[in-house]
């Protein structure tokens, strides 16, 4: 096939959504597609092309520009390079494609509609204007969980004949042991947040939870988190200090995935109690490390977590003052859960969930054709 996709989350830092369309792709190319990623301006250093991925970059800097870009240069550009199929990986489908080109998009979550007091305004706008026409015009939908497919499908009644769930798979990150944890302020067990800095991660309940803890368990188990600044936090060092915590609470900025890899490994569990997630892949990147997981009992989070971790209401601090307390301090607890974690994590792969999208491509190609559009 050939295959045409929407490159923009490839722009910054790899996290969540540019992960997963860049791990796709890859997994893609792999089985024998020709792959064509088109980008609003130039990718993140990680990526480049490879054997059956070519990359076209356009110079559509700012907001404002990739939004013309998305509704005007995209689709001549994909038209050009006539293609079977254009994917649309996060929520988005360019207007004017040829008739003959099917169309997939991929919802991850229903942030605006679920939880949209948890977004900014221009990225809640954004979804208003474009998700809706492209879940009206794609031949198929992916989502990455269950929970996500149920809320397309409750927003979306007519949807339900064009829905498919596949799993995204595990990044594997590898393990270099060359990050010197101290750099970090990291000298001794640690707790690990890792995402993006941002409302719905619920970090304020985070940090008031982990200052119900008591200066002496803090003292022997730290709070780091781990990832780039989003928006809505103001200064996070200031929420710190709010809870009086700022002597065992490490902040680490962006890291690489050679760091990343690291923290997990060493991490006594993960920490992600979010108020909604459409997947969390911070979650089975820990477990494939054995590192057990606290999560959330809302949206997506218990399907992914498994039986690798707890679930907390992320509403409730002393629910998850608890847990974390629990993982901290019983060992036989902890043992249990890291196998079960790592055990968990082997459900999601990228080879497996590249022969399932394969299925749904052909098959939407097939439906286009059939159907004469």
Request: aromatic share 8%.
């Amino acid at each position: 096939m050939k295959i045409g996709v929407d490159g923009r989350n490839l722009i910054h830092n790899l996290s969540g959504i540019g992960r997963y369309v860049w791990q796709m792709c890859r997994a893609l190319s792999e089985r024998g597609h020709s792959i064509t990623i088109y980008m609003p301006a130039p990718p993140n250093h990680s990526i480049q092309e490879a054997q059956g991925i070519q990359i076209k970059v356009s110079k559509a800097n700012g907001a404002f520009r990739r939004t013309l870009w998305s509704a005007t240069r995209l689709a001549r550009m994909a038209n050009l390079d006539e293609l079977d199929l254009f994917w649309g990986p996060a929520h988005r489908l360019p207007s004017g494609l040829h008739k003959n080109t099917a169309r997939v998009v991929t919802v991850h979550d229903m942030v605006w509609r679920r939880a949209s007091e948890t977004m900014h305004w221009q990225t809640w706008l954004g979804e208003l204007l474009f998700m809706n026409t492209a879940i009206k015009n794609a031949d198929s939908i992916v989502t990455v969980s269950d929970a996500t497919l149920k809320d397309v499908s409750y927003y979306y009644p007519a949807t339900s004949g064009k829905l498919h769930l596949v799993y995204p798979g595990i990044t594997n990150l590898g393990l270099i042991r060359d990050t010197d944890m101290e750099r970090f302020g990291i000298d001794r067990p640690f707790a690990l947040f890792v995402g993006t800095l941002e409302p719905r991660k619920n970090l304020n309940r985070l940090l008031e939870a982990y200052s119900l803890l008591g200066s002496n368990l803090r003292k022997d188990i730290l709070l780091v988190l781990a990832g780039g600044q989003g928006w809505g936090m103001g200064r996070l060092s200031d929420i710190v200090q709010k809870y009086n915590v700022q002597d065992t609470v490490r902040i680490t900025g962006y890291v690489s995935d050679r760091e990343l890899s690291q923290l997990y490994c060493e991490a006594r569990f993960l920490i992600m109690p979010s108020l909604y997630e459409g997947f969390g892949l911070p979650i089975i990147e820990a477990q494939q490390y054995g590192t057990p997981v606290i999560s959330s009992i809302l949206s997506s989070m218990p399907e992914v977590t498994g039986a690798g971790g707890i679930l907390v209401n992320p509403l409730n601090t002393k629910e998850i003052a608890l847990a974390i307390h629990q993982l901290s301090t019983d060992r036989a607890l902890h043992a249990e859960l890291s196998a079960r974690a790592k055990l968990n994590s082997l459900r999601f792969s990228w080879k497996e969930a590249a022969v399932k999208v394969e299925k749904i491509f052909e098959e939407s190609i097939v439906k286009r054709r059939k159907e004469g559009y």
